[in-house]
T-cell receptor
Framework: AQSVTQLDSHVSVSEGTPVLLRCNYS??????LFWYVQHPNKGLQLLLK??????LVKGINGFEAEFKKSETSFHLTKPSAHMSDAAEYFC??????????????FGTGTRLTIIP | ETGVTQSPTHLIKTRGQQVTLRCSSQ?????VSWYQQALGQGPQFIFQ???????GRGNFPPRFSGLQFPNYSSELNVNALELDDSALYLC???????????FGPGTRLTVT
């Protein structure tokens, strides 16, 4: 079974400093991996996705993630945090290999707090 | 292009009652998935519908059921509500172009 583990339940950084949110995955084959963000009382928004193309994936709002097969990791980074980045972040793996037959398995989430 | 919409926004029900939640897919999407997000947790996959048929189910009992209509809108029905069913219910739609699922804002269900 495929799964993801988010290593930190809560991360606090100062505004303007780098952000690192850690995620490890477990998969028997090359997975499709995603990062989603959820702001308070809002739905989930896709930040970026990895689907076996380039290992460094760039997303929206300056976020990027690197797929490292040797480390089974897919960490999310941003060079400089902004107050608007404060939210819950979910690392997600997609199971299933054909369209119309996939589901998303979410990690437990990392709450990012930005200190002014 | 309209996004995924869900109704109602909030709902309060009593234990033992039945509830129906609704979802309108993003234009051009023919697959819809439903997720349950309990407070402080990540979303859990309930089931997925593709071309009006259930196409994958998570670890949820049969009292959770769904429908997908020809216009690709969808319903989630929950019978015999339990207190633990209190959660945010999220609907996501996707197309045949990629694996990206686009989420609606969710319906907050409270069971008392």
């Amino acid at each position: 079974a495929q799964s993801v583990t988010q290593l930190d339940s809560h991360v606090s950084v100062s505004e303007g400093t780098p952000v690192l949110l850690r995620c490890n995955y477990s998969s028997s084959y090359s997975p499709s991996l995603f990062w989603y963000v959820q702001h308070p009382n809002k739905g989930l928004q896709l930040l970026l996705k990895y689907t076996s193309a380039a290992t460094l994936v760039k997303g929206i709002n300056g976020f990027e993630a690197e797929f490292k097969k040797s480390e089974t990791s897919f960490h999310l980074t941003k060079p400089s945090a902004h107050m608007s980045d404060a939210a819950e972040y979910f690392c997600v793996v997609s199971t299933g290999t054909s369209f119309g037959n996939e589901k998303l398995t979410f990690g437990t989430g990392t709450r990012l707090t930005i200190i002014p | 292009e309209t996004g995924v919409t869900q109704s109602p926004t909030h709902l309060i029900k009593t234990r033992g009652q039945q509830v129906t939640l609704r979802c309108s897919s993003q234009s051009g999407h023919n697959t819809v998935s439903w997720y349950q997000q309990a407070l402080g947790q990540g979303p859990q996959f309930i089931f997925q519908y593709y071309r009006e048929e259930e196409n994958g189910r998570g670890n949820f009992p049969p009292r959770f059921s769904g429908l997908q209509f020809p216009n690709y809108s969808s319903e989630l029905n929950v019978n015999a509500l339990e207190l633990d069913d209190s959660a945010l219910y999220l609907c996501a739609s996707s197309s045949s172009q990629n694996y990206e699922q686009y989420f609606g804002p969710g319906t907050r269900l409270t069971v008392t």
